[in-house]
C-alpha cells in the first residue's frame, strides 16, 4: 500500500490535539533517552542461603549481584543504607522549612538532602497527612492478618485466613505523628471477626474527614487457594479520630458469595471456579487478584466538594465512583484490561491528572524471572468517564549498556512496576512528569507531555538487594528532589530535568492535592 505524505493539515491537527492534554503548563527542557527492551527468559543459580532473604517466594533464586549504581540525567545528592528497603512508598511531612520522610518503619529528616539524618528507627508505617481540625499530623496504618506463602498455597502449611488467631489486630490504627520522635497511638478501627484487615498499598488518607481503605471482609468472594476472602472499598468517618466509624462500602457486583449471577459474567469467572483448596497451586492460574487492590483515590476531599474517586481493582479494571453521597458510592465507567492483560496484578495503583482529563494507571509484576508478563503503566484518557480509554503504554526498561546483563530479566527478581510517585507530595504537582519504581529495572521518570507516547528522561537502577529492588519515589515538587526506596536503601537525587533543586529547608507554599496540608505549622 502506497504511504500518502504528511499534508500541514494534519501534521497541524495531530499538534493540536497533543496539546489538549496540556494546559497551561510551563514548558520544561526534557532530555530523552533511547528506550525499549526484551525478555527472554529466566535465568538463575541455586543458593540455599538466599532462600530466606525473599519473603514472598520459597523457590531458591539468587539475584545477580551487581554492586554499582546506575544514573542517567541525575545526580545522586546522597544515599542512606537500610532505610526504605521493601516498604514501597514514603510519605512526608513538614515542620516549618524542615522536611521529613516516613518510609518503611523509620522517619529521615531530609531538611539537608545531602546528610540524611534518621531520628526514629521504629515508628509504624502507614498513610500521612496533617488534620486541621486537629491541628495534628496524622498517621493511619494498615493492620492486616495472615499473608500466603507458596507452601499455604500448595497446601503443605494450613492457612491462617481460616482460623486466623484472635489477638492479631485487623482493621487500620491512627496514631499522632506531630513529633515524629514520639508517634503515639490514638484509636484503631478494627474490621472485625472474620476479616483479614486492610492493605497498607491500598489504603489513602489525605487529613480530612473521610479514611479510603481497602479491606478484606467476611462474606466476600476470595480468589482460593490464596486468600479466603475479598477485598472491598471501606470508607471510614474520622471526624472523631477516637471513634472512628464506618461510613460506607462499595465493591464490583459479583465479590460478595451471594452474587453468584453477576460473579459469572466476569470473563474471570471460569479459572477462579475451577480453584479450590484442595487443588494443587499451579504457576499457570491466572486472576489471582480480583479485589481492590488499591488506593482508591479521591483527587479532591467530598468535604471540598469533590465527587470522584479513582479506584485500582487489579484484574477488575479501574473503577471510577461518584462519591457526591458518601454514604452510597455509585460506579461511573471502569477501563478492564484484564483479560487479556492478566500478568500479576494489571492494575495496582492509579494516578489522576486531571488537569488534562487523564488517570495514569500501572499494574504489579508479582512473579520472579520475567515468568508472567510484565504488568505495565497505562496512560487513560478519562474525557468520557462512562467510557474511559487507554490510550498509551510506558517503555520497557532496559539495563545501561555498561551493566553486565543485556535484559533486566536476567537479573533475577521482578521486573515490572510497583507504585508511581506519591501523590501527595510537597510543592505544585507537574503534570508532564511521572516517575515509576520497577523493582529491579529501578526508578523511572517520564515525561508524558504527548500521552500517546510517554518518553524515559532520566533513571536510576540501584545496587542489587536481596529482596525486590526498588520499590517506590517520592518528588518534592517543591524543591526538585527525588526520594527513591529500594531493598538497598534511601537514594536521594536531583535531575536537570526537574530543575536546580533546594539544598536546605523551605516551607511548602502548597502541595499537590488540593486541600492536604493545609494549615500545617
Same mark, same amino acid.
Given at each position: 500500500m502506497r504511504t500518502q505524505p504528511l499534508t500541514l493539515a494534519s501534521i497541524l491537527i495531530v499538534t493540536f490535539l497533543g496539546s489538549q492534554w496540556l494546559v497551561g503548563q510551563t514548558s520544561y527542557p526534557?532530555?530523552?533517552q533511547p528506550h525499549g527492551g526484551d525478555r527472554r527468559g529466566?535465568?538463575?543459580? +541455586?543458593?540455599?542461603?538466599?532462600q530466606a532473604e525473599f519473603d514472598d517466594s520459597r523457590e531458591i533464586r539468587r539475584l545477580y549481584q551487581d554492586p554499582k /549504581?546506575?544514573?542517567?540525567?541525575?545526580e545522586l545528592l546522597a544515599h542512606l543504607k537500610g532505610v526504605g528497603r521493601g516498604f514501597g512508598q514514603g510519605d512526608m511531612m513538614t515542620v516549618g522549612g524542615n522536611r521529613y520522610i516516613f518510609t518503611g518503619r523509620m522517619v529521615v529528616d531530609v531538611t539537608n538532602p545531602k546528610e540524611p539524618t534518621i531520628i526514629n528507627a521504629s515508628a509504624p508505617r502507614g498513610e500521612l497527612a496533617y488534620n486541621q481540625a486537629l491541628g495534628k499530623w496524622i498517621l493511619m496504618r494498615a493492620d492486616d492478618c495472615c499473608g500466603v506463602t507458596v507452601d499455604i498455597a500448595q497446601g503443605?502449611?494450613?492457612?491462617p485466613q481460616l482460623n486466623p488467631p484472635q489477638d492479631v489486630r485487623r482493621g487500620v490504627t491512627f496514631f499522632d505523628a506531630t513529633d515524629p520522635r514520639n508517634i503515639v497511638e490514638i484509636s484503631h478501627f478494627s474490621t472485625g471477626p472474620g476479616s483479614r484487615g486492610t492493605h497498607s498499598d491500598g489504603n489513602y488518607y489525605d487529613g480530612g474527614r473521610y479514611a479510603y481503605v481497602t479491606s478484606g471482609l467476611p462474606g466476600t468472594r476470595g480468589q482460593l487457594p490464596y486468600s479466603a476472602v475479598s477485598r472491598v472499598l471501606q470508607i471510614i468517618d474520622v471526624s472523631d479520630i477516637y471513634n472512628p466509624k464506618e461510613v460506607a462500602l462499595w465493591w464490583v457486583p459479583g465479590q460478595q458469595k451471594t452474587e453468584e449471577s453477576a460473579f459469572l459474567q466476569w470473563p474471570e469467572a471460569e479459572s477462579v471456579v475451577r480453584q479450590s483448596w484442595e487443588e494443587v497451586w499451579s504457576p499457570d492460574w491466572k486472576f489471582h487478584y480480583l479485589h481492590l487492590h488499591g488506593p482508591c483515590l479521591p483527587p479532591k476531599r467530598v468535604e471540598d466538594g469533590g465527587t470522584r474517586a479513582y479506584c485500582a481493582y487489579s484484574a477488575l479494571g479501574m473503577r471510577i465512583l461518584d462519591v457526591s453521597d458518601i454514604q452510597q458510592p455509585k460506579e461511573v465507567g471502569f477501563v478492564d484490561i484484564s483479560p487479556p492483560f492478566d500478568g500479576g496484578i494489571p492494575v495496582h495503583s492509579v494516578y489522576p491528572m486531571l488537569q488534562r482529563k487523564l488517570v495514569i494507571m500501572n499494574g504489579e509484576t508479582t512473579r520472579w524471572d520475567c515468568q508472567e508478563g510484565i504488568a505495565m503503566p497505562w496512560v487513560v484518557d478519562v474525557r468520557d468517564e462512562k467510557h474511559p480509554l487507554t490510550i498509551a503504554t510506558f517503555p520497557i526498561p532496559r539495563p545501561p549498556e555498561s551493566a553486565p546483563y543485556y535484559d533486566f530479566c536476567l537479573r533475577g527478581g521482578r521486573l515490572g512496576t510497583h507504585h508511581p510517585n506519591n501523590y501527595k507530595a510537597p510543592g505544585e504537582m507537574r503534570i508532564d512528569l511521572i516517575g515509576f519504581s520497577w523493582f529491579m529495572g529501578g526508578w523511572r521518570l517520564y515525561d508524558i507531555s504527548n500521552p500517546f507516547r510517554p518518553e524515559e528522561v532520566a533513571w536510576i537502577v540501584p545496587p542489587t538487594g536481596t529482596r525486590r529492588g526498588t520499590e517506590g519515589g517520592l518528588i518534592e515538587w517543591d524543591r526538585r528532589i527525588i526520594h527513591v526506596f529500594a531493598d /538497598?536503601?534511601?537514594?536521594?537525587?536531583s535531575s536537570p530535568v526537574l530543575g536546580e533543586p533546594v539544598l536546605g529547608p523551605l516551607k511548602p507554599e502548597r502541595w499537590s492535592v +488540593?486541600?492536604?496540608?493545609v494549615g500545617a505549622p
Open positions: 526534557i532530555q530523552g529466566g535465568y538463575y543459580h +541455586e543458593d540455599a542461603q538466599a /549504581t546506575y544514573l542517567h540525567n541525575m503443605r502449611v494450613p492457612n /538497598t536503601g534511601l537514594f536521594i537525587l +488540593e486541600g492536604l496540608n
